[in-house]
């Protein structure tokens, strides 16, 4: 992933000058592309996707996805449309990196700032779901283990109910091969489900929330116990 880093994002920082938001998000898409192919050449790491059918492809959404590890990060982008990430600020301090990042314009926050952040999230929110583009939150915050269950935040049922743009909500297994706080990655399935939209014109934050991270966890308590887990 370094030297994929050192080598791609030169390049990408030069292409990014001459592209929109949207062609720039498809480029950037390549650095995850590639670091997969390496990662499931060397250990072995493969997906299972069920309702790629689900996402619509006439209208910008909401992406409301349980975190992991860093896998979810990278096949996202290789198997959905493009769309902007919600994601703290400070990864765009990351030399080179950082840059490659800050330049497919996502909406970064400090989350140490909560009332001033989730506002910041309802303004570039909205600004980006009318240019088009699909919005990819996680909900929980942080990564977390496999079985671990911290529950969802506001953010993504404020920015639903001031947009009524829909949600797509989608849990996978990610953290089961490649735990979000170690190293090592291990040979496996990382199983991954994409629900039905959830409309949310209409409703309450709460129900919104509650409906999400209902959705979510059902299916992760079903999908942890599929075979092919280390």
Known sequence: MVVNTLIFVPGFLV???FRNQYGRIRAARWWSILNL???RWLTGIRLQVEGLEHFPHDRPVILCVNHQSMLETMFLQEILPPFVWVLKKELLSIPLFGWG???IGPIAIDRSRGKEARQQILQQGREKLEQGLSILLFPEGTRTLPGERRGF????ASLAAATGADIVPIAHTSGCVWPGK??????GVVYVRIGEPIATAGLEEEEILDRCQRWVYT???E?????GHP
């Not at 935040?153 to 993504?156: D, E, V």
């Not at 170690?182 to 040979?187: G, K, Q, V, Y």
């Not at 999908?223 to 075979?227: A, I, K, N, S, V």
């Open 15 to 17: 292409v990014s000058l």
């Open 37 to 39: 192919a390496w990662i």
């Open 101 to 103: 990042l800050k330049a």
């Open 153 to 156: 935040r506001k953010g993504i």
């Open 182 to 187: 170690s190293f090592l990655r291990n040979d």
């Open 219 to 221: 299916q992760l308590d």
């Open 223 to 227: 999908l942890e116990q599929q075979p």
